[in-house]
């Protein structure tokens, strides 16, 4: 693991946030500079406490993000997700349903709102040395991997949320949100196990 300082995360209103990344070639993703890089971009997730970090959010417009879901305070009722690495990732739903999460951003500072996600996905990318991932993700998580790879196309949450009245901050979602809301996640990843 890197000892570097974590990176400075592009806050909304960066341009970058709003372009598509690039594709990352086989070879490019060997080199020790973009190895290197996702070092950095894991570090600086996890010194974040975020669950997932795209390549965008730190002002690099490579197709790249790592997600990851621990013990984490921020989001103790989401499910472990192991630290996964994505390359050039390309999600496709697999159902119609959705459900509605309450997501917030470390592009978006002290802002939540309930979004929209498919319940599960099919997650094709490479893993960090070019090997290939093809997954389904089902329940809470599917809506982390979504969050994440719609960064990579220049999308955020907040472009996602149906229902500007639903916005809160991290102290009003606690008061007034979340209750209800561990409520409905509980009842989806009972139903999903994830
Ligand atoms: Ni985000």
Redesign the pocket.
């Known amino acids: 693991m890197s000892t570097e300082a974590p990176l400075p995360i592009a806050q909304i209103g960066e341009p970058i946030l709003r372009e598509v990344a690039r594709e990352v070639t086989p070879e490019e993703l060997a080199t020790p500079e973009t190895q290197a890089f996702i070092d950095r971009l894991v570090g600086t997730m996890r010194h974040a406490r975020?669950a997932?970090l795209?390549a965008t959010?730190v002002f690099d417009g490579r197709r790249i993000c790592a997600i990851e879901v621990g013990e984490n305070p921020r989001y103790p009722y989401k499910p472990r997700i192991p630290l996964t690495v994505l390359v050039n990732p390309k999600l496709t739903p697999l159902s119609d349903e959705t459900f509605m999460n309450y997501e917030g951003?470390?592009?978006?500072p002290d802002l939540r709102g309930l979004v929209p996600r498919h319940v599960g996905v099919r997650v094709q990318a490479l893993d960090r040395h070019g090997a290939p991932i093809d997954r389904e993700v089902w329940g809470l998580s599917a809506g982390t991997f979504q969050?994440?790879t719609d960064?990579l196309l220049g999308t955020?949450?907040v472009d996602r949320v149906q229902d500007p009245k639903t916005l809160c901050t991290w102290a009003t979602f606690e008061a007034h949100h979340k209750a209800a809301f561990v409520e409905r996640v509980e009842a989806l990843v009972a139903r999903f196990g994830a």
């Open positions: 975020g997932g795209a959010q951003c470390l592009s978006v969050h994440e960064h955020l949450f």
